[in-house]
């Protein structure tokens, strides 16, 4: 991906002039463009590609369709016309979701105030409260900069307010997620503001849910990323044990996948955010003790045909294994034999491959009796197997048994 930037208005230039100029038909006018663009190393995922409505009569210039769908929104704001907004919400969030490009040239003439005043004027009407946030999580996705403070009260407020509606509380989480991916500040911001104990209060209270323990799951793992390259230091290592130590994480985590035993997505998530939170022996360890290791083996022998979940298992796996008792508990329930299967029946997946391979490399970790296990296994077999495999993944070449 290049790393140059140039504006909408320049690329539409560009294609318009395709146009007039060489007499081009506008699908090839917008090809041509995009071509141009990219051999000069520009990065234009942030641009809309398609041919803008020619000028009017007059000679003014005419709007992308997503824009001329912000003018309709930002006129039922206005107004207000609340029996409109529905309509123009769900019309405006639709586009938003199509791609990036398209929400982020909304972004840039002002669609955050409006969609944040639609927030506002739904506060007392449920049902358009939902359909305001579901557009603000649109607007929101990969857009985290938009979000102000106003909007994080707005937001942690509803959550409080409406804790017993589930679709609200999955709706307001939905965007705290989206506003708090690869961006440090908003994270430091909700965890400070009481973010933690309304997520982890989410899956308890809602644990019938499948959609609010799955988000609320990965909203608390997007609290211990360190995935914004403007901070040199993050709070992931402690907003992970503020999870476990203040709000009962893993006990959380780990109840709610009780309910779940056929829902392997679910699983998946809750595994992958229990990998997050294993930042320390004594967590490690307690995973064990709640009956997290059980559920994870359960998990990989009953999964083994979807690769998403076996991935994420072995990394869990993999992290609370950092604990050499905890090490002694994988091998006596059987997981080596589970995890060299994994390899062999997806060698051709290098993630799964590179887990699947750190696991092991981790088990035998200062336990030379796991060695013995790993070898008679067929461990040190299947982290070759993997390793001819994948001769250029760097991660799946330093990860083999020794």
């Known amino acids: 991906m290049g790393s140059k930037q140039i504006a909408q208005e320049t690329f539409d230039d560009a294609v318009q002039e395709n146009i007039t100029e060489f ?35 007059n000679g003014q210039r005419q709007k992308h369709q997503i824009l001329l769908t912000l003018d309709s929104l930002s006129r039922a704001v206005a107004e207000p016309d609340v029996a409109e907004l529905p309509q123009q919400l769900s019309a405006f969030a639709a586009q938003c979701k199509e791609q990036l490009a398209f929400r982020y040239l909304a972004g840039q003439n002002g669609a955050y105030p409006v969609v944040f005043s639609a927030c506002q004027l739904a506060a007392g009407d449920r049902d358009l409260l939902l359909q305001a946030f579901s557009t603000l999580s649109a607007l929101l996705d990969g857009q985290p900069d938009l979000l102000d403070a106003a909007g994080q009260e707005l937001l942690l407020r509803s959550l409080r307010e409406r804790r017993e509606d589930a679709e609200v509380t999955l709706a307001g989480i939905r965007c705290v997620r989206h506003a708090c991916l690869k961006h440090e500040q908003n994270r430091q911001d909700f965890v400070k503001a009481g973010i933690l104990p309304l997520l982890t209060g989410a899956i308890t209270q809602h644990g019938d849910s499948a959609d609010v323990v799955r988000t609320a799951a990965s909203a608390l793992r997007v609290m211990t990323f360190d995935d914004d390259i403007r901070v040199p230091f993050g709070h992931a290592h402690d907003h992970a044990k503020m999870i476990v130590l203040e709000n009962d994480g893993l006990r959380v985590l780990i109840e709610a996948a009780k309910a779940f035993t056929d829902n392997s997505g679910v699983l998946s998530e809750l595994c992958a955010t229990l990998s997050r939170l294993s930042v320390r022996n004594e967590f490690c360890q307690e995973i064990v003790d709640l009956g997290g290791l059980n559920f994870m083996v359960t998990l990989l022998s009953d999964c083994m045909e979807h690769p998403d979940v076996v991935k994420q298992v072995l990394s869990a796996i993999r992290a609370v294994a950092g604990n050499d008792d905890v090490k002694d508990a994988i091998v ?12 062999s029946h997806h060698l051709g997946n290098p993630q799964i491959c590179e887990q699947g391979c750190a696991a092991l490399c981790m088990l035998a970790l200062r336990k030379p009796e796991n060695c013995s296990v790993i070898m008679e296994g067929g461990g040190a077999l299947a982290a070759l197997q993997a390793m001819k495999a ?12 020794q």
């Open 332 to 343: 006596d329930a059987g997981a080596t034999d589970l995890i060299v299967l994994a390899i």
């Open 23 to 57: 007499e081009m038909d506008p699908e090839e006018a917008v090809r041509e463009a995009v071509q141009q663009f990219e051999s000069q190393g520009v990065d234009l995922s942030n641009i809309v590609k398609a041919v803008r409505p020619p000028a009017s009569e």
């Open 390 to 401: 994948h001769p250029r993944e760097v991660a799946v070449q330093v990860c083999h048994c």
